[in-house]
C-alpha cells in the first residue's frame, strides 16, 4: 500500500465547477498534511496547509479528518488556471515528507 | 529575489558517467532537499541535509552523493550514471522541517 494516495483522474470540468480531491495517508502519526500544485513541466508549488478544523483560502478549502486518516481539497467556481496536478503532501515527522503522485485537472471553457 | 536556483536545465547522460547536479539558495535555510520525480509516481527524497555539515539519506539514496559544505549549497552527485537514474530531479528548501516551501525549476536528465 503507498504511503500517500490519490486518485490520478484526469478530472475534467467546465468553468465554474466544484470539484473535489480526496487523498489517503496510511500513516496514523502523520503530523502534518499539505496541498501543493504542479503545472505542466513545472516545479510544485505549496498550495495550503490543512488543518483538522478545515481551512479556506478563497475559493479552495481543505479538510482534514485524522480518525479517516483522509485529506480533501475542494475548488469552487473552477477557474482555466486551476488546470494543474494538485499533490497530496504528508509530513511524518521531523523531516519525512511523503509526496502522493498528484491527481490532475483540466477546467474547460 | 532568486529563490532555489538548479542548474542546469536539461542533461543527456551516457551510462556509466558522472555529475554534479547544482542547488543553491539564497534565503539562508538550514533545511534542503533533493527530490526524484518520476511519472505516476510522487516525488520522492534522495537525500536531504538540516544544516551546513549534516546530510542524511532519503528514500531513494542509491548512486547519489550529497554534500552540505555552505548554507547556500547543496550539489547532488551520480557516481556512475544508470538509465534507471532518467528522471526529473528537484532541489528544495525551507526554514525548518517540512514543508518544502520552495522548489527549484527541476533538472531533466536523460540517461541513454
Known amino acids: 500500500r503507498k504511503e500517500v494516495e490519490q486518485d490520478p483522474g484526469p478530472f475534467n470540468v467546465p468553468e465554474g465547477a466544484t470539484v473535489a480531491f480526496n487523498c489517503t495517508y496510511s500513516?496514523?502519526?502523520?503530523?502534518?498534511f499539505f496541498w501543493y500544485r504542479q503545472d505542466c513541466r513545472k516545479e510544485p508549488k505549496l498550495l495550503m496547509s490543512?488543518?483538522?478544523s478545515g481551512n479556506e483560502d478563497g475559493r479552495f478549502t481543505a479538510q482534514l479528518n485524522r480518525a479517516s486518516q483522509y485529506i480533501s481539497l475542494l475548488i469552487r467556481d473552477s477557474k482555466l488556471s486551476d488546470s494543474a496536478t494538485y499533490l497530496c503532501?504528508?509530513?511524518?515527522?521531523?523531516?519525512?515528507?511523503?509526496f502522493g503522485a498528484g491527481t490532475r485537472l483540466f477546467v474547460k471553457a | 529575489n532568486a529563490g532555489v536556483t538548479q542548474t542546469p536545465k536539461f542533461q543527456v547522460l551516457k551510462t556509466g558517467q558522472s555529475m554534479t547536479l547544482q542547488c543553491a539558495q539564497d534565503m539562508n535555510h538550514e533545511y534542503m532537499s533533493w527530490y526524484r520525480q518520476d511519472p505516476g509516481m510522487g516525488l520522492r527524497l534522495i537525500h536531504y541535509?538540516?544544516?551546513?555539515?549534516?546530510?542524511d539519506q532519503g528514500e531513494v539514496p542509491n548512486g547519489y552523493n550529497v554534500s552540505r559544505s555552505t548554507t547556500e549549497d547543496f550539489p547532488l552527485r551520480l557516481l556512475s550514471a544508470a538509465p534507471s537514474q532518467t528522471s526529473v530531479y528537484f532541489c528544495?528548501?525551507?526554514?525548518?522541517?517540512?514543508?518544502?516551501?520552495?522548489f527549484g525549476q527541476g533538472t531533466r536528465l536523460t540517461v541513454v
Open positions: 541535509s538540516v544544516g551546513a555539515g549534516i546530510t
Open positions: 503532501v504528508v509530513n511524518e515527522m521531523g523531516f519525512k515528507t511523503i
Open positions: 490543512v488543518y483538522s
Open positions: 528544495a528548501s525551507s526554514a525548518g522541517g517540512g514543508p518544502e516551501a520552495f
Open positions: 500513516n496514523s502519526a502523520s503530523q502534518s
